[in-house]
């Protein structure tokens, strides 16, 4: 009994001795599976006990679409300012200052250029940690460079969204971009140029009213939640009980608002089956 009763009384530890279990060694996902946190990183962050696919960032997607995780980040050093003043339960400028020091993010989306398969792909890729994934002027300014970036070295752009929508904290300036990224997409589409559009967990608001569903092939991971308001805002507004699975990508893609759904793992290989397919181009 020795083993589970203490028999001394008064021993105390040295804090600086005290060990406790470090934090991320196990992921738990939500129908209750216990992952382990590397095997969890080595399946591309998909639970391999229920296909559940963990929300991660343009660090791991970059990770998973580069060639070897090697690209040049464009317009790197772009922020927001905040032009209104604008203050809720903070300031708008302390929030960005928070937002930047706890993710090591500039703003809520990240581009870059690098070979896919042997090939160069400029992708657009949000990143839901910072503010929501909301879309403000810097995402919107980003994504058109990006596209700007493509027509000019004629090449193929994806863009990857994971979005509350837009930022309210800058009022009218953040719901022009939609306007602004829908018009840069139309451009590319006129230079003959392949857009994939992917929708992951979540893609709301401003940013499914525009370019998350203007791809030449709009495909999303399992799963994802996609659409304009959510689920409770729709279902307080019309009054009635929503179908099952609603605004899945499962029940878009059964409802024709998706090309395909496609887990996290094959997805390096059919978004560039994809682009070789519209570019008629030999398969990779």
């Known amino acids: 009994m020795a083993w589970f009763k203490r028999t001394e ?11 406790d279990v470090p934090k991320g060694l196990w992921y738990k996902s939500p129908t209750g599976k216990i992952v382990d946190a590397d095997e969890l990183a080595r399946n591309f962050y998909v639970s391999p006990e229920d296909g559940y696919h963990v929300r991660i960032g343009s660090k791991e997607y970059f ?3 580069f060639d070897d995780n090697e690209f040049t980040e464009l317009d790197k050093d ?4 905040d032009s209104l003043k604008f203050v809720d339960t903070k300031k708008y400028s302390d929030r960005l200052k928070e937002a930047m020091d706890k993710t090591r993010l500039k703003d809520a989306v990240r581009t870059a250029v690098g070979k896919s398969k042997g090939r160069d792909l400029v992708i657009a890729c949000m990143d839901f940690a910072f503010i929501g994934g909301s879309m403000g002027a810097v995402v919107g300014e980003k994504i058109a460079r990006a596209v700007d970036y493509a027509i000019k070295n004629k090449l193929p752009f994806m863009m990857i969204s994971k979005s509350g ?7 009218a300036a953040s719901l022009m971009q939609l306007a602004k990224t829908s018009a840069k997409l139309a451009q590319l589409a006129e230079a003959g140029l392949p857009y994939i559009s992917l929708c992951t967990d ?4 401003g940013t499914t009213a525009s ?22 805002v729709v279902k307080d507004t019309t009054g009635k009980e929503l179908p099952e699975g609603f605004q ?6 059964e409802h024709g608002f998706l090309d395909f759904i496609v887990p996290r793992k094959e997805l390096k290989d059919k978004v560039n089956l994809y682009l070789d397919l519209i570019q008629n181009g030999e398969l990779r």
């Open 165 to 171: 929508g837009a930022r309210m904290m800058e009022a």
């Open 202 to 205: 979540p893609t709301t608001g």
């Open 78 to 81: 772009i922020t927001s300012k």
């Open 9 to 19: 009384k008064g021993i105390q530890t040295p804090t600086e001795n005290k060990r």
């Open 211 to 232: 370019y998350a569903m203007l791809g030449d092939v709009n495909i999303a991971e399992p799963g994802a939640l996609i659409g304009f308001a959510g689920p409770r």
């Open 63 to 65: 990770e998973i679409l």
């Open 248 to 253: 899945t990508a499962e029940f878009l893609l």
